[in-house]
């Protein structure tokens, strides 16, 4: 059963599994803001005001899915977002800040957040991206290491080798690559990278694919002007062919 509340969002009544929202804001209004939001949604919330904490939090609750302010003190959000992600890439950070430019929403979808929301912004808005991420099945790969070529791929630990010597790959080049490895052969179509992998159903540019697909490129083909693996396919997208 679901009613209408203050914020204008359904919530769901008792008997609604509690799942853990971890909101990481120093801003003391705006905690309060969201911790009321997510209760009426029958969500449990842990509150935290700078980022040393919010690492601590995310260590000790476990988090379902994370709300990340960016200006924060001891650890800043793009820091804190990178080090969730490298430690729990499979948990949904969902960035919620004041600063609007595109290159920041650019950095932060490469360092793996699953979302951006403006500051100010809708709870409709805000609860739909959460629910949304939530909802998006984490596809588990049926292995957790991967060769082609001269690369070894271990996901599980997010390391990888080529001939033998150690590369780094960041987050999010972790999932780029192990969404293609999982669809081999078939071609994928920028709008469905940005949808499945960066979780962002209105980018406003498919140039952030292209760009990523570009570093992976230089880390793993052998022959950057001619790429074997992360193949392009004109006037459709990429395919990853093993």
Not at 185 to 197: A, C, G, I, T
Request: glycine share 6%.
């Amino acid at each position: 059963m679901k009613m209408e509340t203050e914020s204008g969002i359904a919530s769901i009544q008792p008997g609604f599994a509690r799942t853990q929202i971890l909101v990481i804001e120093d801003d003391p209004h705006m905690q309060k803001v969201l911790q009321r939001m997510f209760h009426e949604q029958g969500y449990s919330v842990t509150l935290c005001g700078d980022g040393q904490a919010g690492l601590d939090a995310f260590h000790a609750a476990k988090p379902s899915a994370v709300i990340l302010d960016l200006v924060l003190p001891n650890i800043f959000g793009r820091d804190l977002c990178k080090i969730m992600k490298a430690e729990q890439p499979d948990v949904p950070v969902i960035v919620v800040s004041a600063i609007s430019e595109v290159v920041d929403k650019v950095v932060l979808l490469e360092l793996g957040a699953d979302d951006y929301v403006t500051k100010p912004f809708s709870p409709r808005e805000l609860m739909a991206r959460v629910q949304g991420a939530l909802r998006r099945p984490q596809k588990q790969a049926a292995f957790s290491t991967y060769s082609f070529g001269e690369c070894e791929i271990d996901f599980a630990k997010m390391s990888a080798r080529r001939a033998g010597k150690p590369i780094t790959l960041t987050a999010h080049e972790f999932k780029l690559l192990k969404y293609f490895v999982e669809h081999a052969e078939r071609v994928l179509s920028r709008e469905e990278l940005l949808n499945e992998v960066w979780g962002y159903n209105s980018y406003p540019t498919t140039r952030t694919v292209d760009n990523q697909i570009l570093k992976l490129r230089q880390k793993l083909e052998p022959d950057l002007a001619d790429p074997r693996y992360l193949q392009t396919v004109y006037g459709a997208g990429y395919k990853f062919v093993p």
